[in-house]
Each structure stands twice: as C-alpha cells, then as structure tokens.
C-alpha cells in the first residue's frame, strides 16, 4: 500500500505540474480576461459535472467570498448549484440543457463562461459553451486530453492525463493560480500589504 500511495502522489505531480508549466501563457491569458470582465461589471458562470461541479462551486466561492486577501466579492455564480432548476430542465428537455438555458437566461455580451469537463466531451458543458458564444460570451474551457471542449471554447486549459482523479486535481490548482494572480491584479495594494 505505501507503494501505491507514493505512485499516486508523484502521477499527481506530475500531472500537476505538466499542466501548469504547460499552460503558464493561457494562465495569464486567462487571468487578464477574467480580470477584465469583472473590473468591468461582468461576471464568471462556471459549470462542469460530477467532481467538476463541485470544483465549479469551490472558484466561485473563492470569487465571491475571498481567496487571499480582504476584497470586495468578485461576481462569480456556479450553475451546479439550484437543484430545482437543474431537475427540471432535466426532466422537462433533456439533461444536455441544464448550462446552456442557464447562460441563456444569465449571461450577458462579455461575461465569461468557463466550462469544466475532464473528457472534454460532457454534452451539457460543450452545448453551454456553444450557448455562451452566440451570445457574444467569452469562454473558457478546463479539460483533460482535449475532446471537444478543446475545439470549441476561446480558451482552453489542459491536464496531460486521461485519470479523471488526476486531472481534477489539476484544475482545482490551476483554478487556485488563477484566483490569486486575479486578486493580485486587481487589488495589488491591498495584495502587497498582506490585507
């Protein structure tokens, strides 16, 4: 059993850290876009399912309430959360929908979607995504390999993996880089005075 701990610990490494370097261009990339979008009133819709749901709701929680430092609340929503809403599109259309009449109904021209799928292949996220661009949003997309969430977002954030655990892992540290490198940029004051 030591063994397999200490080869789960050094393939999530691995993965962790290929991510990162691999990605450090997009990570500021997509960090001067969402800090764009919410220094300008706009807001972050993060969506994914399973594991990626709950890491949806983890950023936007980090958005909202803080990360590092003393902040004003960052406008961030998950849409994994209204169980009402999720079931009802579920049961009244069809699963694949539960995003995208979300971003329908709540996006507006430059707020930003940011879809999670560690298949890149999860209908509903690639259909939200879709939504989120014929509504003039920017996208975002955190995958594994690739699939077709890499094809069809703006933005997209990969982990060299096909072990769902190991790219989870992945994203929820790569999304923590995000948060701070927002708050530095847009409260650097208050950043460098450790508020």
Known sequence: MKHVILTILEESLRVKRSCIENNVDTIITGADMMSICIGAGHKILIFGNGGSAADAQHLAAEFVNRFNIERPPLAAIALTTDTSLL???????????????????????????????????????????????????????????????ATCAELVFSAD????????????????ILCEIIERKLYPKEFEAGI
């Open 161 to 176: 993996s096909d072990d769902t655990a190991r790219i989870q892992e992945a994203h929820i540290t790569l999304g923590h």
């Open 87 to 149: 079931t009802s599109i579920g049961n009244d259309y069809h699963f694949e929908d539960i995003f995208s009449k979300q971003i329908d109904a709540l996006g507006k021209k430059d707020d930003i979607a940011w879809g999670i799928s560690t298949s890149g292949n999860s209908r509903n996220v690639i259909k939200g995504i879709q939504t989120a661009k014929s509504k003039g949003l920017r996208t975002i997309g955190m995958t594994g390999r690739g699939g077709e969430l």
